[in-house]
C-alpha cells in the first residue's frame, strides 16, 4: 500500500500553521498579563505607601489624644488658679477705693469658651481617629485583594508559559514532519 505523503505532508502543514497562530496568541496574551502585573503591582506600590501615610497620621493623632487628660488638667489648673486669683484680687479691692470686678465673671466665659474649643478638637480628633483606623482596614483589604490578584495573573502567566512550550514543541515538530515527506515526494518523483 503506497503512502500519501502530499497528504501528511499538507496534515504537518496544517499543525505547523495551527501552533504558529497559537504561539501568536500565547505571547499576546502573555504581553497583556505582564502589563495586567505591573498596573497590579503599581497599586500594590500605592496602597502600600497609601497605608504607611495612615498609619503615621494615626499614631500623631493617637499621641495627641493622649494629651487630652494634660490639657484638660491644665486648663482645669488655670481655672483654679483664677478662681484663686480673684479671691485674692476681691480681698485687695475691699482694702481699697476701687470698685470691684469679680475675675471668675470676667474670665468665666473665656474659660467656658476654652474648654468647649478643647473639648471639640478632642471630639473631632477621635472622630479622624475612628476615620483613619477605618480606612487603614479598607486599604488593607484592598492590599490583600491585589496581592491575590497579582498572584492569580503571576500563576496565569506560568500557564501560558507553558502552553506557548507545547506549541513551540508542536511547530517544530510539525516542521521537522513538513521537510520529512517533502523529501520523500521528491523521492517519489
Do not use: P
Amino acid at each position: 500500500m503506497a503512502v500519501d505523503y502530499s497528504y501528511l505532508y499538507e496534515r504537518a502543514k496544517s499543525r505547523y500553521y495551527e501552533a504558529c497562530s497559537e504561539i501568536t496568541s500565547c505571547q499576546n496574551q502573555i504581553d497583556d498579563l505582564k502589563k495586567q502585573r505591573q498596573q497590579k503591582i503599581n497599586l500594590i506600590n500605592q496602597l502600600k505607601t497609601d497605608i504607611k501615610n495612615h498609619e503615621d497620621a494615626l499614631q500623631k493623632v493617637k499621641e495627641i489624644i493622649k494629651s487630652e487628660t494634660d490639657f484638660n488638667n491644665r486648663v482645669q489648673d488655670i481655672s483654679s488658679k483664677t478662681g484663686q486669683a480673684a479671691v485674692n484680687y476681691t480681698a485687695m479691692i475691699e482694702c481699697s477705693n476701687v470698685v470691684n470686678k469679680n475675675l471668675n465673671e470676667v474670665y468665666g466665659d473665656e474659660m467656658s469658651n476654652t474648654k468647649r474649643t478643647i473639648n471639640d478638637i478632642f471630639t473631632n480628633l477621635k472622630a479622624k481617629r475612628s476615620e483613619l483606623e477605618a480606612k487603614i482596614i479598607d486599604l488593607k483589604n484592598r492590599l490583600k485583594q491585589a496581592e491575590n490578584e497579582l498572584n492569580e495573573i503571576n500563576s496565569r502567566i506560568t500557564a501560558t508559559q507553558s502552553r506557548l512550550q507545547e506549541w513551540t514543541s508542536v511547530k517544530t515538530q510539525a516542521s521537522y514532519d513538513m521537510e520529512y515527506y517533502r523529501r520523500k515526494m521528491s523521492q517519489a518523483v
